[in-house]
């Protein structure tokens, strides 16, 4: 079975590390969907949720405020400033999750958002 290993990490520590058939990311240009064997790529992300198919075929998500990712051939790295895995084996853990997210979401002012985002793009334009 083809899949890429993806790890997903905050200045907390790791969320989410494991093997994925496929991964679709929050792009600060637009969502995108990333595969085993995709072509190297390093962009930031913004407010959204990164969603992953496991090799198994279930699928779970991660709730983030913003960051980056780097894509190589064989694995995905996440540096996200803020993340929340929305996951669970009840009704109950997965709500509890989504309010996790909604908290980290709203924690975010405008004037946040803005500075991140124009962090992002300082960062992105000395790399390029």
């Known amino acids: ?12 520590g790791l969320i989410f590390s494991g ?3 496929s991964a679709t990311f929050p792009g600060s ?3 995108f969907g990333v595969l085993p064997n995709h072509a190297a790529l390093l962009t ?5 949720v990164i969603d992953i198919e496991l090799e198994s075929g279930s699928k779970e998500s991660v709730a983030i405020n913003w960051g980056f990712v780097k894509v ?11 993340a929340v895995a929305i996951s669970g084996n009840s009704d109950s853990e997965i709500a509890t999750a989504l309010e996790k997210a909604k ?3 709203q924690s975010m002012s405008d004037s946040n958002v803005a500075l991140a985002m124009a ?6 334009k000395k790399i390029y």
Do not use: F, Y
């Open 1 to 12: 079975m083809n899949t890429i290993k993806l790890e997903i990490v905050t200045p907390e």
């Open 19 to 21: 093997n994925a058939k």
């Open 29 to 31: 240009e637009g969502e």
């Open 44 to 48: 930031s992300l913004k407010v959204g």
């Open 72 to 82: 190589e051939e064989q694995k995905i790295t996440v540096l996200a400033d803020g």
């Open 103 to 105: 908290d980290l979401i």
């Open 119 to 124: 962090k992002v793009d300082s960062v992105s």
